[in-house]
């Protein structure tokens, strides 16, 4: 059986892709957690190169994934912060959709359960496979842009087993690409983008929620760049922040958390939160005493100027991050800080 790596979201960061791979076994297996696409400066590479690696992918879709398509199924306007010009015009743009529009929303296996943002607390896996491939029938046929056309809101935000047809499917997707906080009966918060401490009496990380029906597997995930490298014996948070001057991460999967191997590049920042940031964020991030408090202050985030993105892409596609690599990691909280974590506090998510 070839050895399984799970990895956090690449977002375009093709360069940091590929100093990653190259530090992994040219046999593995990889299990990319979505956003594959999106905010760095070379979405159609990644794109392009995840194909290209053929049956040895399995990638979830993301937030970023699913909002691709729907910009090319003409239902979603670009944001200014968006980087998917490439993959819209390129020649082989209806192939690239058509590929992306195939790819699961959950994929379980070997006592793994992967999706890109979180589980409702009640779900087990076996629901939760069931629903994401009610989702992903939609998505492959032929009235898929119909079907994208309905599927963006924050309503409903909690489960109901009698929800009809189009709400189940939209709580679906909001919970598998975009959810963090949660209540314990399943109502999704969409406000709360900080990390795990940023909880409340009611709102919890939704990993932490009590009685959470998928604690008997582990379930790894990416999406929530403020949370960080999480490593429990049932739950694996991957998205270490690559885009905004972070890492990128890669877990081989192991039947105990003591065979786990964590393998990591740092990344060249490619987007600077703080920069992006409107005068009141600034001033709380400036008045903060803690540097992990600028991923919870910066909440704004506008377009880029041409030339600031412009270096940006010319830092990605020189860059050449540093590799760290540590085997037989046991239950851990959070991944040793590299000589960039001072960039990586500041990122944020969105």
């Known amino acids: 059986m070839r050895e399984i790596y799970a990895i956090g979201d690449l977002q375009g960061c093709q360069t940091s892709f590929e100093q990653l791979l ?16 999106n905010r760095g400066p070379r979405s159609l590479d990644t794109l392009r190169q995840v194909i290209a690696l053929g049956d040895r992918v399995t990638a979830v879709l993301g937030n970023h994934d699913l909002h691709l398509l729907a910009v090319a199924a003409g239902v979603r306007q670009t944001h200014g912060s968006d980087t998917l010009d490439d993959i819209l015009k390129a020649p082989d743009r209806d192939a690239l959709i058509d590929w992306v529009r195939h790819r699961p929303l959950a994929h379980f296996a070997q006592g793994h359960l992967m999706v890109h943002a979180g589980v409702l607390p009640q779900w087990d896996a076996a629901q939760v496979i069931t629903l994401a491939r009610d989702v992903e029938r939609q998505l492959r046929g032929p009235d898929w842009r119909t079907f994208l056309s309905r599927m963006f809101g924050n309503q409903p935000d909690r489960w109901q087993d009698d929800l009809s047809d189009e709400d189940r499917q939209r709580l679906t997707i909001n919970a598998l690409t975009r959810m963090r906080f949660c209540t314990a009966d399943g109502r999704i918060d969409f406000k709360i983008k900080e990390g795990a401490d940023a909880a409340t009496d009611e709102l919890k990380p939704w990993f932490d929620t009590p009685n959470r029906r998928t604690a008997n597997v582990t379930v790894a995930f990416g999406h929530w760049s403020a949370l960080g490298l999480v490593m429990h014996d049932n739950l694996l948070a991957l998205d270490t922040g ?109």
């Open 22 to 37: 190259a530090h992994l076994p040219q046999d593995a297996d990889l299990w990319l957690a979505g956003d594959l696409v």
């Open 242 to 350: 690559c885009v905004w001057g972070g890492q990128l991460s890669a877990v081989k999967l192991a039947s105990t958390p003591a065979a786990r191997e964590l393998v990591q590049v740092d990344c060249p920042q490619i987007r600077d939160p703080l920069a992006l940031a409107d005068d009141k964020t600034r001033n709380k991030i400036k008045m903060s005493d803690r540097t992990q408090d600028a991923p919870k202050a910066a909440k704004a985030e506008k377009p880029e100027k041409a030339e600031k993105a412009e270096k940006s892409e010319k830092a990605e596609k020189s860059g050449r991050g540093a590799v760290s690599k540590i085997g037989k990691v046991g239950k851990v909280e959070r991944a040793g800080k590299s000589a960039k974590a001072d960039k990586a506090e500041k990122r944020k998510d969105n």
